[in-house]
């Protein structure tokens, strides 16, 4: 799929949504036409959790369900089914500009390193529930230089494990 962005690249949500040919209404977009699934982080109420460590750069990307329990099914079974789909995993980092407006940073292809696991977060009501958190590696083990200076110059935070 030829994006008119590259990984690093600030991008409006029009922009995104229709290259990618997904509504952008929810955490996973699924584009089963495209064969592909773009996943938003920093997106309240989800906890996600951008890390580096020796071995790759990734995130602890928590799945789709504002309220109660998190069931594994649709958006959230077709992430963890995304490898055996042939399912193409891209990610955008949620953020406001000096505007206060959203923009979104394409931080590139990333894979599903481990079957997702249940931990306990609070939903949109504030309400202790369970959720799946997919530990989701950028697809080349690294984040492209581009992206950790975006992130960095917008104060987005990698934390080092």
């Not at 329990?69 to 055996?84: F, H, T, V, W």
């Not at 399912?87 to 923009?103: A, C, D």
């Not at 989701?136 to 104060?155: E, F």
């Amino acid at each position: 799929m030829k994006l008119s962005f590259k990984e690093g690249d600030w991008v409006d949500f029009d922009t995104w949504t229709t290259e990618f040919g997904v509504s952008g209404q929810s955490g996973i977009n699924v584009s089963k036409a495209n064969r592909l699934i773009v996943c938003i982080t920093d997106n309240p109420p989800y906890e996600d959790d951008w890390y580096s460590n020796d071995q790759w750069d990734g995130i602890r990307f928590t799945g789709q369900g504002l309220e109660g329990n998190q069931k594994l099914e649709k958006a959230n079974r077709s992430l963890k089914e995304a490898a055996d789909t042939n399912t193409t995993i891209h990610v955008l980092r949620k953020s406001l500009n000096e505007n206060g407006k959203y923009r979104y940073l394409y931080c590139g292809i990333f894979v599903l390193k481990t079957l997702p696991r249940k931990a306990e977060q609070k939903d949109i009501n504030g309400n202790k529930r369970n959720v799946f958190v997919f530990n989701l590696a950028a697809k080349n083990g690294r984040l492209h230089d581009d992206v950790k200076n975006a992130m960095k110059q917008a104060g987005l935070k990698i934390r080092l494990i």
